[in-house]
């Protein structure tokens, strides 16, 4: 079967051999339909996640059932599925408290259910969406409503997940706050839109390409800068929430300072491992947060549903998301068009 392979030496390349094992207890396979292009994939080829290798890439993805191991009931084959990367055991004290993101068993503990030629290879965030089929653990397989476009039902794993979980669930944004939004790429937009459902009265978009002005007030900007440097025009006393979508140091230091008081930074993008940012440790004083998000705190069983359910109702954006997909054969022009900022979001077809 296809797959897009990444071998470690910066090559990415879509390979027709591979080979996936039967689920086992508690687990499921999908025929995938469609897979968004993160930035986390693309992390992994330039080395700012590392990954051993060889890895089979994608981590948004949404499919069809085909195969359940035994014990799972929740879904069956047919189910039209979206996929989470959370592959929590369900039974430790994270999981019981309901902190799933927390769950020790999801983090960096990536198995190998597919083989090239006879040897293992990786699966990249216990999901490996860019796979015709894939293997996950039953929990990260969400049913959703037919009706729902594959190629937007992808989108939910991980972009809608990380950047309205992070409004709701981890910023906790309330209605008539202040926000700003540096980057508006991908989970960027999704936090705008966070902070509209959450009923934010001023947000603020941040990015240096003033082509995505449109975009980021569709998804509920009301205000747009090609720099950080107006923000205190808009809000002089500072935010209540700032966001840092990008995964720059320097930005990360730019959303502290644009704080109000009581105020929260909180970091979604993603720097080198070994990054460091500063910032003055008096200018926290004033109950001021600097707040780490994993995977916007989600809890993707539920998530899911609710973000399939408010899309239905036409207040949850999806299929404007979508810029552009592109079969698996054209995987490179995906990467291409990803990085030079042409698509809010490219996804690729099986």
Known sequence: MRGVLYDGERVVRVVDDLEVRDPGPGEVRVAIAAAGLCHSDLS???????????????H?????VDAVGAGVTHVRPGDHVALSTLANCG??????RGRPTMCRRAIGRPGRPFTRAGRPVYQFASNSAFAERTVVRAVQ??????????????????????????????????????????????????????????????????????????????FGATHF??????????????????????????????????????????LLGVPPADAEASFRVSSLYLDKSVLGCRYGSARP??????????????????????????????????????????????????
């Open 44 to 58: 992994v080829v330039d080395g700012t996640i590392p990954f051993p290798v060889p890895v089979v890439l994608g």
């Open 60 to 64: 948004e993805g949404a499919g069809v």
């Open 91 to 96: 039974t430790c004290g994270d999981c019981d």
């Open 141 to 218: 397989a969400v049913r959703v409503p037919d009706d729902i476009p594959l190629t937007s039902a992808a989108l939910i794993g991980c972009g809608v997940l990380t950047g309205v979980g992070a409004v709701l669930n981890r910023a906790r944004v309330e209605r008539g706050d202040s926000v700003v939004v540096i980057g508006t790429g991908g989970i960027g937009l999704n936090v705008l839109q966070g902070a509209r459902l959450a009923g934010a009265l001023t947000v603020v978009a941040v990015d240096s390409n003033p082509a995505k002005e449109a975009t980021a007030r569709a």
């Open 225 to 266: 800068l090609s720099s950080t440097d107006g923000v205190r025009d808009i809000l002089p006393t500072g935010a209540d929430h700032a966001f840092e979508c990008v995964g720059r140091t320097e930005l990360i230091r730019q959303a502290v300072d644009l704080l109000d008081r009581h105020g929260q930074a909180v």
């Open 301 to 350: 069983q539920h998530d899911i549903a609710l973000y399939a359910g408010l899309y239905r109702q036409g207040r949850l954006l999806l299929d404007e998301l979508v810029t552009r997909t592109y079969p698996v054969a054209d995987f490179e022009k995906a990467v291409t068009d990803a990085r030079a900022g042409r698509v809010a979001r490219a996804v690729v077809t099986f």
